[in-house]
């Protein structure tokens, strides 16, 4: 029965520590490089191993503003998570990968009001996990 309880207790404590890897922490750096701009929404970013096509989130944004993304990479990912926000044609509008580099966030401007795809991938298609925080900079 000790034997058992142990065994429970092992693995559901590297299920916590597995969970927080992506969770709360991660959230607080996002908001905390967000600075004083507006919040407007959260993503909980999780790429699965060997998914060169990474996850796709849909958002709509407002014609003549400029927007802000940060990102919060996990400790654990092997390579840090890349963002595109993509028009409905596809056209790229703004990335946090630039010159071989990947930064923790970036600013864009909006022309057109409408739904936009936010593409999150890794380079090698590695399993990531990350938290990212879209905000309002400012309105033309």
Known sequence: MKRLFLILAAVLGFSFLASSQCGEDLM?????????????KDFDMKVAGGAADGVTFTVVLNSQTKYQINVANSESNGENIKIQILDNAGSLIGTNANGGKVFTGFQFKCTKTGA?????TTENA???CARAVLSLVEQF
């Not at 490089?33 to 507006?38: D, I, L, R």
């Not at 936009?116 to 999150?120: A, G, N, R, T």
């Open 126 to 128: 590695s399993e990531a």
């Open 116 to 120: 936009y795809k936010l593409k999150v």
């Open 28 to 40: 607080k750096k996002a908001l905390a490089a967000m600075g004083s701009n507006q919040y407007i």
